[in-house]
């Protein structure tokens, strides 16, 4: 099919300026050409299927970087999670990509769900059986014996252990694979100030991941588990809480490690829209939430992080309590209004830079000719206001049609 998709601005995802009263052309799963609605010519619009949005602003598609497809995200996960059946995750995990793609998230990454249920969701979505975003998957995340999501399915202590899971979330189709670092606030009894595994395991952890052609995020929330993981060369920090290990501080923040972090390229998810969703949401604190117990700290942090020089990737943590999955916009909006940076930057980081993490820079990320038709129309310019990015009112994805001029079509 062909569309002609045109709107008062078009933000392209790599930073530069807004271009004004902008046309994109998408031939069956692909863009064709990008330009100003004057330069469209008659070879352009003939048989062409066109969408005008007048008071819209053309943009690449949401990548959502840490899912969670099979959770609820509602108050009980935990429980949920570790008494439902294979067949309710499928159902729940149907509905969330579904979700996921009628809010504007185009390419979806999973990064941890239980025993194998994500491979065949990702199958169904390819296949055309289910509606769903373009969807990347770690399997089983791998962690110690009775760590951090221990109930998912894999535990591993030593460097073979792990590396035989690797092997084995290889084998599955993992298309990343996903360590847990240091302790988590969903699982009862780990630590979330403590690593669980030492700077050598999470070495070979890497070495082996790279060998298969696959990156390794890392969930890490304790100062000494950032650390190990730096200094592994992992490639995707989750959370980077900067936990200190004494339990009279909340934060042991290292800025020469932030440095390092910069230097190595590593690219960090810091979940950090999940504390204003439990605000908005009046979830009562749980363990974990000792990570955003000083949230104003937390984004200062963060901050600091960021004028280093670090990479910011937008994961929400969804099918987490509260984090639903159509709560997409709320990531960016959180990093102007409490990081401080600005509505463009927002945006990159969730269109092209999290492409580069995924090292699907190639394909995705940017409205750029070549690539694949993944764009959104939000009404209103969210280079000015950042909020207009929850009001999404067309949607295409691989160069389908999802949602037109505010009607949903899946
Ligand atoms: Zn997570």
């Given at each position: 099919m062909k569309f002609v998709l045109k709107a008062d601005r078009l933000i392209d995802g790599s930073a530069t300026e807004v271009v004004k009263n902008a046309a994109v052309v998408v031939e069956d799963e692909t863009i064709t050409k990008v330009c100003s609605?004057?330069?469209?010519?008659?070879?352009?619009?003939?048989?062409?299927?066109?969408?005008?949005?007048?008071?819209?602003?053309l943009m690449p598609g949401f990548i959502e970087m840490h899912s969670h497809i099979h959770c609820s995200a509602e108050s009980d996960a935990y429980?949920?999670?570790?008494?439902?059946?294979?067949?309710?995750?499928?159902?729940?995990?149907?509905?969330?990509?579904?979700?996921?793609?009628s809010s504007g998230v185009t390419t979806m990454r999973d990064l941890g769900s239980r025993n194998e249920v994500v491979f065949p969701l990702r199958q169904s979505i390819e296949e055309g059986i289910i509606p769903g975003p373009r969807l990347l998957v770690a399997g089983t995340p791998i962690t110690t014996t009775g760590g951090h999501c221990n109930m998912?399915?894999?535990?591993?202590?030593?460097?073979?252990?792990?590396?035989?899971?690797?092997?084995?979330?290889f084998k599955l189709g993992a298309d990343h694979i996903k360590i847990m670092s240091t302790g988590g606030g969903f699982t009862p009894g780990t630590?979330?100030?403590?690593?669980?595994?030492?700077?050598?395991t999470l070495k070979d952890a890497v070495e082996d991941a790279e060998r298969l052609g696959l990156k390794v995020a890392a969930h890490c929330h304790a100062t000494e588990g950032v650390k190990n993981c730096v200094k592994a060369g992992i490639h995707n920090l989750i959370h980077c809480s900067w936990m200190s290990?004494?339990?009279?501080?909340?934060y042991d923040y290292d800025p020469d490690?932030?440095?390092?972090?910069?230097?190595?390229?590593?690219?960090?998810?810091p979940t950090l829209a999940l504390s204003h969703l439990n605000?908005?949401?009046?979830?009562?604190?749980?363990?974990?939430?000792?990570?955003?117990?000083?949230?104003e700290r937390r984004f200062e942090i963060l901050r600091d992080m960021w004028d280093r020089g670090v990479k910011f990737v937008t994961g929400m943590d969804s099918g987490m309590t509260n984090a639903h999955f159509d709560d997409f916009a709320y990531i960016p909006e959180v990093m102007v209004n409490s990081m401080g940076i600005s509505p463009m930057e927002a945006i990159t980081c969730a269109t092209k830079t999290s492409a580069e993490c995924l090292g699907k820079e190639n394909e995705i990320g940017t409205i750029t000719p070549g690539k694949s038709a993944d764009i959104l129309i939000v009404n209103g310019d969210p280079?000015?206001?950042?909020?207009?990015?929850?009001?999404v009112d067309t949607i295409v994805s691989r160069g389908s049609l999802v949602k037109e001029l505010g009607q949903l079509l899946i």
């Open positions: 609605q004057s330069e469209l010519n008659s070879v352009d619009l003939d048989s062409a299927h066109i969408i005008d949005h007048s008071g819209g602003t429980e949920h999670i570790t008494t439902e059946t294979n067949e309710t995750f499928l159902l729940r995990g149907s509905q969330a990509v579904r979700s996921s793609l998912f399915g894999t535990e591993a202590d030593s460097s073979e252990q792990v590396v035989r899971a690797i092997r084995n979330q630590n979330v100030r403590a690593p669980q595994y030492d700077w050598n290990e004494n339990p009279d501080e909340l490690v932030a440095d390092q972090i910069a230097e190595k390229g590593i690219y960090v998810d605000n908005l949401r009046g979830r009562v604190k749980r363990a974990d939430s000792g990570a955003m117990a000083d949230p280079s000015e206001k950042i909020e207009a990015l929850h009001n």
